[in-house]
């Protein structure tokens, strides 16, 4: 079974960064795409970013393109998510999920996704 461990959340001031971690376990890590997405409180969960950990390629929502930087350590096990240039508008539960496809916009669809994190709260605040 994968498991999803997220860390790095907090609040932040408008302007500030976070970096978030996902550390994955359980599954051979090297084979699938891994997403971030957010939820805040009363929307739908919305995917922010991904990147297939064999190198295969990085995506991005259009809200966070050029704040926002995916990376992946593989000797870790851990996808990072960089959050640069904060707004009021990222805070939200942001979640990590594995066991998904990337490609054909696939990686913004929680159904493509099998494992996900808990969550962890991220809030920005002016």
């Known amino acids: 079974r994968v498991q999803l461990v997220e860390s790095g959340g907090g609040s932040v001031q408008t302007g500030g960064s976070l970096r978030l971690s996902c550390a994955a376990s359980?599954?051979?890590?090297?084979?699938?795409?891994i997403g971030w997405f957010r939820q805040a409180l009363g929307e739908e969960r919305e995917a922010v970013a991904a990147?297939?950990?064999?190198?295969?390629?990085?995506y991005y929502d259009d809200s966070v393109k050029g704040r926002f930087t995916i990376s992946t350590d593989n000797a870790k096990n851990t996808v990072y998510l960089q959050m640069n240039s904060l707004r009021a508008e990222d805070t939200g539960m942001y979640y990590c999920?594995?066991?998904?496809?990337?490609?054909?916009?696939?990686?913004?669809?929680?159904?493509?996704?099998?494992?996900w994190g808990q969550g962890i709260q991220v809030t920005v605040s002016s």
């Open positions: 999920a594995a066991e998904g496809l990337c490609g054909l916009g696939r990686w913004k669809r929680p159904s493509e996704y099998g494992s």
């Open positions: 359980g599954y051979n890590y090297n084979r699938f795409c």
């Open positions: 990147i297939h950990t064999d190198g295969g390629g990085e």
